[in-house]
C-alpha cells in the first residue's frame, strides 16, 4: 500500500493506495464510528465486502445530482444524532463525489469537524476530487453554490471498486486522468499515451492505480500553497471553462469526465489558433489522447454557440468582461487568458463541430 | 485606531478598535458590498450612522436566538442572489453574536468562502466572539450542533455601540472580559480589580477600549497554534462548563456572560476546596471583582443540583466518565480537571447557593 502525504491548511491528511480491500478491517476497530455508504456501492457489496457491518452503524445514502442540497446533509445529521453522535465520532463514508460532497459537508459543519475517513468508489473521485478539501452542495437552482473546504482526515482507495462501474461513469473519470496527466508534463503526458490502450480496455489493475496515484500526484503540485484556490490551483480548471458549459447545454447527459475532454480539445484549437500550440502536438494529443477517450460525444444542438456563450458567462470563477479560458500551450505549460469574445469562441466551436463530425 | 493583527490557518485577518465611527464612510468605497445589518442595531441607527447607506445594498435581518440556524442562513443566500452575488463579493455584517454566527456561516459556505468584515456591536462580540474564527447555528433541538470555522477578513469595533446596549447585555459581556482579564495573569488580574468600578458604571469610555484590547490579546495568547480547539484553546471554557448548565437550567433567562460569572464562582469554590486557591484570593475574587459584576443571579430552583448535574452530562466537549472543569488556580494559572463527580458538585453547588443568599 503506498501512501501521499498532503499538507492542508486545516489539518495534514494521508491518501492509502491499495490493490486489495483489506483496508475495510481495521475501519472495525475505531471507536464512534459510522457509516455512510451510496446505495448504489451497498447493493453491490452488501453481501460480500460490507456483510460483516452492524446495520445500527450504516446509513444507506440514496444518490442522485439533485439530492446533493442541504436537505441531504440534514439526513445525514439527523441519523448521526440519532446514534448520540459525539464530536470524537469518526464518519466513514463510501461511493463517488456526490457522496464526497454530501457527507463532507455534514462531517465539516458537525460540531465545526468530526473524524472523517473517505473511501472514494469511482474513478473520478480517486482520481481527482478525494484530495483538495472542496465539498460543494447545490443551493434552489445554483449549482455548486454552496460548499467548504475541508479534507478526510484519511483516504482509502482501492481501484477494484472501479470494475463494477459502468462505462459512462469510468470514462468520465478517464477525461480527468487525462487531463491530470498532460498537465503532469511531457513526460507523463507521453506516459499516458502509451498506457491509454491499457486503461481504456478496463482490464490492468497495475496501470490503473498507477495513473491513480500520477493523477493525484500532478494535482497535489497544482495545489501545493494554494489550497484556498485563488491562484495558480485555478489551472486545474483546464478543460472544466468550456466542459462546464457543455454539462449545461446538455443538461449533464454529458458526463464530466467526458464534458471535460471536450473542453480540453476546444483549448487545444484555441491554442493551435493563437500559435501558442503546434500542429504536430495538436493532432498528437487529438488522435492519441483525447479522441480515442471520448466516449460520450455531444450533439450538435449541445454545442450551440449562443447557448455555450450564455452558460460561459454564468462561470463562477468569471469575475471581468471576456471569457476565461486555460491552455495548454507547447512544452506543456498551462496559460490562464481572460479575453476570449465571442466571435473567437464562435470560430473554435464550428472547429469543435467538425472534428467530432469526422472522428 | 489600534490594530490587532490575527493568525489563522484559514487566513491572518486584523481587528481595528475605534474610539469613532468613521470607518463605516471606508466601507462605502468597496465595490461588489453588500450589508446584512441586525434590525435592533438598524431601528437604533438608521437615520443616522446609516442613513446614506443604498435600501437596495441592506438585508435588515431579525434576531433572535430562535432564528440562529440553517433556515436564516437561507435567507441570506436568498438576500445575496438576488443581488447577483458573485465569488468577488464583500459581506459586512453589524450586529452581535447571533448576526456573527448567521452571516458568518453564510459568508464561510457561499463560494466556500467570500469576502467578509465584522462589525460586532455588543460587549460580549467586541471583547470575545469576534476573533478565534467559529461560527455556531442551533439544529432542531441541538444548540451549537453546526457550525465551521471562518474568520472575518476584518473586524472594526467601536465602543460606542455598547452605549445602546441593556444593561443586562452590557454585563453579559462583562462576564467575558472579567474571564479573560483573570485569565491574563495577576497582573491584568489586578488591573481589572482596580478598573472594574469604571467599567461598571459604564461612563468611561477610553478604560472600555482599553479592557475590550485586553481580554482580546488574552484570548488570541490562549487561541495560539491551537485554532481548531484541540488543546489549551479549551481553557477558555473557564466559567463555561458550569455556566452553560445554568444557562440550560433557566432556559437562558440568565444571559451568556452572566452564567460565565456564576461558573466562575463555582469553579473558584471547587479550587477551593481541592486546595488549588487560597482563601485569600478567593474572597478577592468574590467581593472585588465577580459578585460587584453578577447582575442578574439565579434563582435556586435554577441551581437545582440534578438538573445541573444533567447538563453539565450533555456538555459537547465532555468524552470521557467523570465532568469537566476549568478552573483558576493560585498563581493566576489555569487547571482542567476531567474527573469531577456528583458529590463534590453537590457540595460545590451548595456553598455557592449560600454564598448568592448571602450576597
Not at 12 to 20: I, N
Amino acid at each position: 500500500m503506498s501512501v501521499i502525504r498532503v499538507h492542508s491548511a486545516i489539518r495534514d491528511y494521508e491518501v492509502h493506495l491499495s490493490e486489495s480491500f483489506d483496508f475495510l478491517d481495521a475501519f472495525e476497530k475505531i471507536p464512534n464510528r459510522f457509516y455512510v455508504i451510496d446505495s448504489n456501492v451497498w447493493k453491490l457489496y452488501r453481501d460480500s465486502l460490507f456483510a460483516y457491518l452492524n446495520p445500527q452503524l450504516v446509513l444507506v445514502l440514496p444518490i442522485e445530482e439533485e439530492r446533493k442540497n442541504l436537505s441531504t446533509v440534514m439526513e445525514v445529521y439527523d441519523a448521526l444524532m440519532a446514534r448520540s453522535a459525539k464530536r470524537n465520532m469518526t464518519m466513514i463514508s463510501i461511493g463517488g463525489g456526490i457522496v464526497q460532497d454530501i457527507t463532507g459537508f455534514s462531517a465539516s459543519t458537525l460540531y465545526r469537524g468530526i473524524n472523517w475517513i473517505f473511501v472514494p468508489s469511482t474513478l473520478l473521485a480517486q482520481a481527482d476530487s478525494c484530495i483538495g478539501s472542496k465539498t460543494s452542495l447545490n443551493y434552489k437552482n445554483y449549482k455548486n453554490l454552496i460548499g467548504s473546504f475541508f479534507p478526510p482526515n484519511q483516504i482509502y482507495l482501492c481501484p477494484k471498486f472501479t470494475k463494477t462501474l459502468k462505462d459512462k461513469d469510468y470514462f468520465s473519470g478517464m477525461g480527468e486522468v487525462i487531463k491530470l496527466h498532460l498537465m503532469g508534463g511531457e513526460v507523463l503526458a507521453r506516459e499516458l499515451m502509451s498506457n491509454l490502450p491499457a486503461l481504456t480496455a478496463r482490464d490492468n489493475p497495475t496501470a490503473l492505480l498507477s495513473a491513480i496515484e500520477k493523477s493525484l500526484a500532478v494535482k497535489l503540485s497544482y495545489m501545493q500553497d494554494d489550497e484556498f484556490d485563488t491562484g495558480k490551483r485555478n489551472l486545474l480548471n483546464f478543460g472544466h471553462c468550456f466542459g462546464h458549459a457543455v454539462e449545461s447545454t446538455s443538461e449533464f447527459a454529458i458526463p464530466h469526465g467526458q464534458a471535460v475532454i471536450v473542453g480540453m480539445i476546444f483549448a487545444n484549437i484555441v491554442a493551435k489558433a493563437r500559435g501558442l500550440m503546434s500542429l504536430d502536438l495538436f493532432h498528437e494529443l487529438q488522435f492519441k489522447v483525447l479522441l480515442p477517450a471520448l466516449t460520450t460525444r455531444p450533439t450538435q444542438s449541445q454545442l450551440n454557440t449562443e447557448q455555450i456563450m450564455a452558460a460561459m458567462q454564468m462561470d463562477k470563477k468569471r469575475t471581468g468582461e471576456g471569457l476565461v479560458l486555460i491552455m495548454l500551450t507547447e512544452g506543456f505549460e498551462m496559460c490562464k487568458v481572460e479575453d476570449m469574445g465571442f466571435a473567437e469562441l464562435t470560430s473554435a466551436n464550428q472547429e469543435l463541430l467538425s472534428t467530432l463530425a469526422k472522428a
